[in-house]
């Protein structure tokens, strides 16, 4: 059985991303960008892994594809998409780079409930 490009491409970024790799990071950052997932919805870092891997999945690994999404969304409005875009920085830090319980949202809360 062969995994899709997306299913792929999802491993090796969050692998990578585990391990502190900034483009990594960066790329898991621009997917949750592209989710339907709000800082008020407070997600446990197992709900922001599946946002993301179902923007990955949709967009079938390819990153430009992504791309187009964000300039779709933002484009009119760059300081909402600014906001958005530190926000999904700091929730993919803390849910790859930091230990804990995925599970708690507690650990999450510190970094980003401020943020849209």
Same mark, same amino acid.
């Not at 926000?87 to 599970?103: A, E, F, L, S």
């Given at each position: ?5 997306? &299913? $792929?491409?999802?491993? +090796?970024?969050?692998?990578? =991303? @585990?391990?502190?790799? *900034? #483009? ?10 592209? &989710? $339907?997932?709000?800082? +008020?919805?407070?997600?446990? =870092? @197992?709900?922001?892994? *599946? #946002? ?35 926000w999904c920085r700091n929730v993919v830090t ?23």
């Amino acid at each position: 059985m062969t995994s899709s490009p997306g &299913a $792929a491409r999802l491993r +090796s970024l969050t692998t990578a =991303a @585990e391990r502190g790799d *900034a #483009a990594a990071l960066a790329a898991l950052a621009e997917a949750l960008f592209c &989710a $339907a997932l709000q800082p +008020s919805d407070q997600p446990t =870092a @197992e709900q922001v892994r *599946a #946002a993301i891997g179902e923007v990955v999945h949709r967009c079938d690994g390819d990153q430009r594809t992504c791309a187009c999404d964000l300039a779709e969304r933002y484009g009119a409005d760059p300081e909402r998409a600014r906001d958005r875009m530190s926000w999904c920085r700091n929730v993919v830090t803390v849910t790859y780079c930091v230990t804990g319980d995925p599970g708690d949202s507690a650990y999450l809360r510190a970094l980003f409930w401020r943020r849209a």
